[in-house]
DNA sequence: GATATCTATCGTATTTTAGCGATATTTACA
DNA sequence: TGTAAATATCGCTAAAATACGATAGATATC
C-alpha cells in the first residue's frame, strides 16, 4: 500500500499537499524559478537549463502542469510554458494562511 | 536511477524543495495544522486526530522532524512536539522570496 | 515530399514513499 | 518488581516517483 489515503483527508489538506508535492523537486523549483526570472512564455530551452535529459525535463513539466502551477500552449513545433497567475496566487494564499496562522509560544 | 540528482542543483533549489516535499502530503498537512491550533506542544493524541494507524503517523512525525519543520522532545513516556518558530520563519520567507518573484504578464 | 527539429510518450530499472502489524523501548505507577 | 501506556523502530508489501534511452508525432523548412 505505498498510496497516501487521500479520502481520509480533507479537500483542503489535499489540495495544499498536491501543490507542496508539486514543489517538492529541486528540478521542478529550478524551473519555477526559471519562468520567474525570464518573465515571459518559455518555448523550450528550459531542457538546455537543467541537468537532466529531455525525458526526465518533459516529464517534471507534465507533472507541474498536472498540478495547475503551470500552462502549457503548443506554438508550433515548440510548446510555450509559463506560471498560471490564478493558481499562482491561490498557492500563494494557500500557503500563507497557514504560514501567517503560526503564533510562536513559550514552550519546549 | 531513480533516485533524484540532488548534487546537480544549487543549495538553495534543494532546500526549498526539501521543505516542499515535507509538507506534500496531507497527513503532514495536518499534523501541521494540528500543531499551529493547539497553540502549544502536542504531547501525544496526535495520533488520535488522524485516520492513519500509530505507526504511520509516527513516521510522518519523523520525516517532519528530519526536515526540521518540527521538533521533538521526550517527556516522560510521551514526547512533545511543536513547530520550530526559526525554521518556519525561514520557510515562510523562502516560499515568500519564491512567491513575491513572480510579476504576472501579459502573454499566453 | 523529404528532412530536421522539438516535444511528448513508452518502456523499463531503480529508489523512495506510504502504510501497517508486530515488536522493542522507555517511563510511570501500582 | 511487575505491569500498563506511549512511542519508536523493524520488517514487509505495494505503489508512486525519478531518471533515461528510444521512439513517435507534429510542424517548420528546404
Redesign the pocket.
Known sequence: ?????TEAFTQEENEVAKYA?AL??P?RIAIIQYLIKKQSCI??DI?NELP?????V??H???LKTSGIIK?EIE????CYCIDPEVWKKVQGKFNSIFDAFKPINCC
Do not use: I, N, R
Request: charged share 20%; proline share 0%; aromatic share 0%.
Open positions: 500500500m505505498g498510496s497516501a489515503k508535492k517538492g523537486h528540478a518555448c523550450g531542457v537532466l535529459s529531455q525525458a526526465t518533459s516529464q513539466l507534465k507533472e502549457g508550433g513545433v515548440k510548446t
